[in-house]
């Protein structure tokens, strides 16, 4: 795997559960999925630490990396809540001779891999999704409507269909001495900041400074009108 710094960042827009009949299946059409979840206690049970994403990586700082990939839980070390993940697909078409079938110029899309029903949902039992609101506007999904507070583990897993992880029966194996173990499909990506509510408190003063504001312009408008029909 490559480095974090280069690796992995994160992934603005909203609404929920995508549904697959607003897509139309292509034949020979590699799909990919993400999905946002808590932590994934199977896998801290192996004793795989999770990856640090720390304080370097900052927010809008776009970066690319390949999936399918290792799957890992990922610490929140940003010093930042994160707020949104956006991702974008960089291979829109695929092509490997040497895989088994082979791919000739195969297009890739966002899809629902895990034959829920839905795009960038989890279907694993224990992690939750983090995020209610997922959007897909061509070769960008967005995750948002949640949060990951700074010092938080969580769990970012990307599939694909068919399965191209190097190693998993189509695409070959990556020799243990090559550290770039990552999957073919090139995503880039980034993340926000988390934007606190005002308080309703807060949000009634704001209301009614605009509707004073508003009723004083009126006022103020009819007595202009006034002054000139006095004047005609």
């Known amino acids: 795997m490559t480095t974090i710094a ?89 092509s490997n001779p040497n895989s088994t079938p082979a791919f000739n110029n195969e297009p890739v899309q966002w899809g629902d891999v895990d034959g829920d029903g839905k795009i960038g949902f989890s279907n694993l039992s224990g992690p939750q999704d983090i995020f209610k609101d997922v959007t897909l506007a061509g070769d ?48 880039s990506s980034y993340y926000t900041t988390a934007v606190p509510e005002p308080s309703s408190a807060l949000g009634a003063l704001a209301l009614g400074a605009l509707t004073i504001g508003w009723q004083l312009k009126k006022h103020k408008k009819k007595q202009t009108l006034a002054s000139k029909a006095v004047k005609i």
């Open 6 to 94: 280069t690796k992995i960042a994160f992934s603005v827009l909203g609404a929920a559960g995508i549904s697959l009949l607003s897509l139309a299946p292509a034949s020979a059409v590699i799909f990919v999925e993400p999905i946002v979840t808590t932590q994934n206690q199977d896998i801290i049970n192996t004793g795989r630490n999770p990856r640090r994403l720390g304080p370097e990586l900052q927010p809008g700082q776009v970066i690319e990396y390949g999936v399918p990939d290792v799957a890992n839980n990922l610490l929140n070390a940003t010093g930042q809540n994160i707020g949104s993940l956006v991702f974008t697909l960089e291979t829109l078409s695929y």
């Open 140 to 187: 960008t999904i967005t995750f948002s409507g949640g949060v990951i507070p700074d010092g938080t583990v969580f769990y970012n897993l990307f599939r694909t269909q068919p399965d191209l992880k190097p190693g998993a029966g189509i695409i070959p194996a990556i020799p243990p001495e090559i550290t770039d173990r990552d999957g073919p499909i090139s995503v």
